[in-house]
């Protein structure tokens, strides 16, 4: 057998395997994605539907596990730990990880949905569609498409080095058996393109629309996130106008009391800018987040002693971090977390709610932004910090007020962050990979080299792409 051959029977065992688990993981007959089926504006909206199903990561039970978006990033950052024993996570161990082939795997089928509706869509006359309809669809494809690219360039690419060649491997057709072999993008372009997918959703998506789907505001909001990611000294002024765009133009509010947004409101919250709705009712068969923190069901991720010491002398601390789990001789100085549901509470809609944009981060990258641009007034940085910690009823602002230097106060906002969305959508371990590398070797000494800052590509990935390309750096081939 020649090697095109046995590349070709791979990527015919691979399309088989994706098969399998499309039908495991399948969402409900009226929200499937199937571009060919895309003939009017009806059609369209259900395949839009199934895109939204993967952003939710819907399983066959018919819930939403928004796990892995929460508690791997809160390990690699050293705020949450796996409660029966320290996993390979927890060390920034990443060729052990437990969690990236996963995180590959959900990211690609948001994508290849997208793709579906975006190819689909594009055939069906313009006519068909109501007023804007097509190109808001298209626009929130768009976005969607743009976060599992991110997703993907943040934990499969070497993203801070815009010279390297080892980005995301970008796909913007719906799969098929001639379009698997394809090799990467280099970094800058990977940067590109989410930028212009996001461009595209900025400027056509609705503007209004419930949090739980796609807005312009959502895409301006994931922008500013990118930005901060490309990290050159012009995407620092445009993420400060995006953001004063966000909080002057659009319909979002701080909530009053950071612990009403997780106990009382979730995304009846103004704050909410994309949340993630759970299935009906599968609170009560299944309890995907409360699985997680809620005592009553086990201790599976629990808050570090780290964390702890973070919130000590803070409000939050009374509310999110809860006695020491029974499981210390496998876990030690490790605690109950409480941000999704309280100890003893009931598990309802509310706990098994998820978020991935909130104007808490909005400020905060504001701030971060301002304080990077060179000759900038800390001082407005400072103003947005406090403003977001007196949100959660922070009153002793005195380190803020205290960090005249530039790391000084970036250090200082990466612990609102860490205080603020720990275990939402890996914002904590973004804005670590972020600071000063001495800064981030002495907040976790288990990260020795900017190679943990990403993970190695998947082996079936190279065993059925013969074109992809190298391994990421530090991972072999």
């Keep these: 057998m020649n090697q095109f051959s ?7 065992f691979c399309l088989i ?3 399998c688990d499309k039908q495991l993981s ?3 007959a009226n929200a499937r994605v199937d571009g ?6 009806k059609s369209a909206q259900t395949a839009l539907n199934g895109v939204y199903y993967r952003f939710a990561n819907v399983t066959s039970d018919n819930v939403t596990n928004w796990a892995n978006h929460q508690a791997p990033p809160a390990m690699y950052a050293g705020m949450l730990g796996y409660g029966f024993g320290t996993q390979s996570d927890e060390r920034n161990e990443n060729a052990n990880s437990a969690y990236t082939g996963s995180i590959w795997n959900e990211s690609y089928l948001l994508i290849n949905a997208a793709n579906g509706v975006i190819d689909g869509i594009n055939a069906v006359p313009d006519a068909s569609f109501t007023n804007n309809r097509k190109t808001e669809i298209i626009a929130e494809s768009r976005f969607l498409r743009a976060y599992g690219h991110f997703k993907l360039l943040t934990y499969f690419a070497e993203w801070f080095n815009q010279d390297s060649k080892n980005g995301v491997l970008i796909r913007d057709k719906f799969i098929t058996l001639s379009q698997v072999p394809k090799a990467r993008s280099t970094v800058a372009e990977s940067f590109a393109f989410i930028l212009g ?4 959703a900025i400027a056509n998506a609705p503007a209004s629309n419930p949090n739980y789907y796609a807005t312009r505001w959502a895409a301006m909001a994931l922008k500013m996130r990118v930005l901060m990611c490309h990290g050159q000294q012009s995407d620092y002024v445009k993420v400060d106008s995006l953001g004063n765009a966000l909080i002057q133009g659009g319909p979002f509010e701080l909530e009053n009391n950071l612990k009403d947004l997780f106990y009382i409101n979730g995304l009846n919250s103004k704050e909410v800018i994309l949340g993630v709705k759970p299935q009906p009712s599968q609170e009560i068969f299944f309890y995907i987040q409360s699985r997680a923190y809620y005592p009553g069901q086990s201790s599976l991720f629990v808050a570090t002693q780290q964390f702890k010491d973070l919130l000590q002398n803070d409000p939050r601390g009374s509310w999110m971090i809860g006695p020491a789990t029974p499981y210390q001789a496998y876990s030690p100085d490790t605690y109950y977390f409480l941000k999704y549901i309280g100890l003893g509470g009931s598990t309802s809609q509310l706990t098994e709610t998820s978020y991935a944009l909130r104007l808490s981060e909005v400020y905060l990258m504001m701030a971060e932004a301002i304080i990077r641009t060179e000759g900038s007034d800390l001082n407005a940085a400072k103003l947005l910090i406090k403003t977001v910690m007196g949100k959660a009823g922070v009153t002793d602002f005195s380190a803020v007020d205290n960090a005249n230097t530039v790391n000084e106060l970036l250090l200082q906002n990466y612990y609102e962050v860490e205080r603020n ?3 939402e959508d890996g914002i904590e371990w973004l804005t670590l990979m972020r600071l000063p590398f001495a800064t981030v070797k002495q907040l976790k000494p288990t990260i020795l080299s900017d190679i943990q800052f990403y993970f190695p590509v998947p082996r079936s990935e190279l065993d059925v792409n013969p074109l992809f390309g190298i391994q990421n750096t530090g991972y072999g081939q």
């Design 6 to 12: 046995k590349y070709l029977m791979a990527g015919v």
């Design 17 to 19: 395997l994706i098969s």
């Design 26 to 28: 399948e969402p409900p």
């Design 36 to 41: 060919t089926a895309i003939t009017d504006q």
């Design 197 to 200: 997918d996001l461009d595209f």
């Design 421 to 423: 969305l720990t275990a």
